[in-house]
């Protein structure tokens, strides 16, 4: 019993603390439901006024001296909206532009502004975009117009020299907004010009607005501190997409072609060989975007100028060319291309003067390919053999470059781009490359490489050569000690021929074990052997002639290693002038003309350097003070005063409109009537039906090759197709009675 007893007690006890923690629960909900919200210091901005009917006003709390004042005068229309724009903006509700009357003469006469709440919500429509339920769909939207009728009135003085107020109701029905959503207003979303600015830049790279949202923000400390929302950001795109809209293009183009004072600079010195080959889905016309590409003096890419065509017709290509020839006034060397007939027609109609040659083909040893069998018909297009006598011949011979190009744009432009948008994004790639130019200048000038011998010819060369260059001719000057052997020397009418023996280090492919030479089999065990050479290294010493039999020098442009070693051997300390072409030395582009720019309707840059200019030193000065609070505040106060002081210096100065905003951001005036239409459409086949490229044989046979057999019940056999496109004629096909399933 006193166990039993004790238990009871026990539950008696825990049902009484329950109770108890249930009365406090109670009392506090009591409490927190007869509670009232409390506004603290920042947020008590009105006073609450009751009316008859049970309905509240509500008057902004703020300084007499910065109310509106009936009978105040006013110089300017402007300066009315400014004057209640301000008293708004301290009373934390937002203005609405409404009626103004004019004279014939175009003077305003009365001008009125209002709450943005006033008026009264419209009756609910119809959703319309949905036929199955335009009768009894409705519109979910939110209502902001709650009928009120605080406002501001005024009209011109008698002396038509000023505006007067002559009514102002200072009254809402409505609350205001607290601070902590002051920047949620639709004044304060509105997006400045950096912001602008800043999505039209990576715009540039392929980065959509709301991402360029998320980078402003997180640069700007946080979402709360940047005021414009990502749908502002979506809006300005799309506004800026339909300002330009049919004003795309000033005529309707069906070819364009396009290149710069520096790309002209660039054609000048690297323009002996070019390779140019077309992509595609580079904009939303599916115009072809073919560009011009050489090879500048760090051995990389330089971009000579780009084409975008309507369709890949020799006539179009004829065009292009020729636009090119009228551009740049002479014709290069060599043309490197793929193998398409309307280019080569091209060229040979207009570069007449150049030699043209296709992409070098690595074979395969499927001898029975129909592909490969034409490619051999036409072989002296395309092996070097063949072109080993036209100077500087071994630039350019795979399709490496071309391809490395067309990788190089697909970073900054998209499927969807309009033209103007699309040369925007042209011109941030070009500025991207001729930064990495100005990188290796930089690196060319201060930074001195290790010197491998201590022959004079080396430290000469790398006065002379870029970088890059200097790094391929020294592994050539060390390998004198190593590689290369004079054998025998013979004199005959005054030119000296010197015998060169090269030990070469050949790598084997280890991918392919084993070499068949008929019915032997070879199994390979060593990754590279040594293989002997030999060159002869012919020389005129009455006019310095050098000349190799491996062609190094008419086909790259700089002496081979044999030569080097005959200059050696004969005493020679420095490389003779005629042998350093211009287009491998250092400086022999002009800094300014690289950074010269015209974007954002700003010649030069200038504006773009000033903004980067005050951007740098404003965050320099706030990481300086980032400690001292004091300090930092009064830094910041100093920067409202300069603002200020500006505007008062200039007070003629108005706030851009949205289309001249767009104007600005765009770098060009759209004209105020269109005389012509966008580009139409192109179907090339690089963006054929669906967007796809149309595929090849071969292709076509691995995909067939790929797919599951199947019972054709037309042939009775297991293969890849089905009754629908078997290829059988209808003579051909079994009869149930002597139809047998098989496989093959």
Not at 169 to 187: C, D, G, I, Q, S
Not at 505 to 529: A, H, L, M
Request: proline residues 3%.
């Amino acid at each position: 019993m006193t166990e039993e007893g004790g238990d009871s007690n026990d539950i008696r006890s825990t049902y009484d603390e329950i109770d108890e923690e249930d009365e406090v629960f109670r009392s506090d909900y009591t409490d927190i439901d007869s509670m009232h919200y409390v506004k603290d210091a920042d947020s008590d901005i009105c006073e609450e006024i009751e009316l008859s009917d049970g309905t509240f006003n509500y008057k902004p709390l703020v300084d007499e001296s910065e109310k509106p004042k009936i009978g105040s005068e006013y110089s300017t229309i402007d300066k009315c909206i400014e004057m209640y724009a301000k008293y708004a903006e301290k009373s934390r509700f937002t203005i609405r532009k409404s009626t103004q009357e004019k004279l014939k003469s175009g003077i305003p006469v009365r001008k009125y502004l209002l709450c943005n709440k006033e008026g009264l919500p419209k009756g609910v429509n119809k959703d319309t975009m949905i036929e199955e339920t335009s009768e009894n769909q409705i519109r979910t939207g939110s209502i902001i117009r709650t009928g009120c009728l605080a406002r501001a009135k005024f009209k011109i003085n008698v002396t038509h020299t000023g505006y007067v107020l002559y009514e102002f109701e200072e009254a809402h029905n409505h609350t205001f907004v607290p601070k902590a959503y002051r920047n949620l207003t639709k004044k304060r979303k509105q997006m400045s010009h950096p912001e602008q600015i800043f999505v039209q830049q990576l715009g540039s790279t392929i980065i959509e607005a709301t991402r360029a949202h998320h980078l402003y923000a997180s640069t700007h400390g946080g979402y709360e501190l940047v005021n414009a929302t990502e749908t502002e950001y979506q809006n300005h795109k799309r506004d800026l997409n339909v300002h330009i809209g049919d004003g795309d293009s000033q005529i309707q183009l069906s070819a364009l072609f396009w290149a710069d004072e520096m790309s002209k600079y660039n054609y000048k010195e690297f323009g002996d060989t070019i390779s140019f080959d077309a992509t595609f889905r580079t904009n939303k016309y599916n115009m072809v975007f073919v560009p011009f590409t050489g090879i500048d003096n760090h051995r990389k890419c330089v971009t000579f100028g780009v084409g975008m065509l309507s369709n890949e017709t020799t006539k179009s290509y004829k065009w292009l060319l020729t636009s090119f020839l009228m551009a740049f006034h002479k014709q290069p060397r060599l043309v490197v291309t793929d193998q398409d007939p309307a280019m080569r027609n091209a060229i040979a109609f207009v570069f007449n003067e150049s030699t043209h040659r296709l992409y070098f083909v690595q074979s395969t040893d499927n001898r029975e390919n129909k592909w490969l069998s034409d490619m051999y018909n036409i072989r002296n297009r395309w092996i070097p053999a063949y072109f080993k006598d036209v100077e500087l011949c071994g630039l350019m011979r795979t399709t490496s470059r071309s391809e490395s190009e067309n990788s190089f744009f697909s970073n900054f432009t998209s499927g969807g781009s309009t033209l103007i948008n699309f040369m925007m994004c042209f011109e941030a790639a070009m500025e991207r490359q001729r930064h990495r130019q100005e990188i290796l200048d930089d690196s060319t000038m201060q930074k001195i490489p290790r010197f491998k011998t201590k022959l004079p010819i080396e430290r000469y060369a790398q006065k002379k050569y870029t970088k890059t260059m200097f790094t391929l001719i020294q592994e050539r000057i060390n390998s004198l000690f190593y590689d290369c052997h004079r054998l025998a020397e013979s004199l005959d009418n005054g030119i000296e021929t010197v015998t060169i023996k090269e030990i070469r280090e050949i790598k084997v492919n280890t991918s392919r074990k084993k070499y068949n030479f008929g019915e032997t089999s070879v199994q390979n065990k060593r990754n590279q052997t040594k293989k002997e050479l030999r060159f002869k290294v012919s020389t005129d010493k009455s006019d310095g002639l050098v000349i190799c039999s491996c062609m190094n020098f008419a086909r790259f442009g700089f002496l081979c290693r044999h030569i080097f070693c005959v200059l050696k051997g004969n005493g020679v300390e420095i490389i003779p002038d005629k042998y350093i072409l211009k287009r491998w030395k250092r400086d022999i582009l002009p800094p300014h003309i690289r950074r010269k720019r015209q974007m954002f309707g700003f010649e030069g840059g200038r504006y773009m350097e000033c903004s980067a200019t005050v951007y740098s030193a404003v965050e320099y000065c706030l990481n300086l003070l980032a400690k001292d609070e004091g300090k930092l505040i009064e830094f910041v106060e100093n920067v409202k005063r300069l603002k200020t002081e500006v505007e008062e210096a200039n007070p003629n100065a108005k706030q851009l409109s949205k289309k001249e905003m767009f104007n600005l951001v765009l770098g060009v005036e759209k004209p105020e009537v269109n005389t012509v239409k966008n580009p139409e459409p192109c179907s090339n086949k690089g963006n054929a039906s669906g967007g796809q490229r149309k595929k090849s044989e071969i292709e076509k046979l691995r995909e067939h090759m790929k797919k599951h057999r199947r019972l054709c019940k037309k042939c009775v056999k297991y293969r890849r197709h089905d009754s629908r496109n078997c290829p059988k004629k209808p003579d051909e096909i079994p009869t149930d009675s002597d139809s047998t399933v098989v496989s093959d």
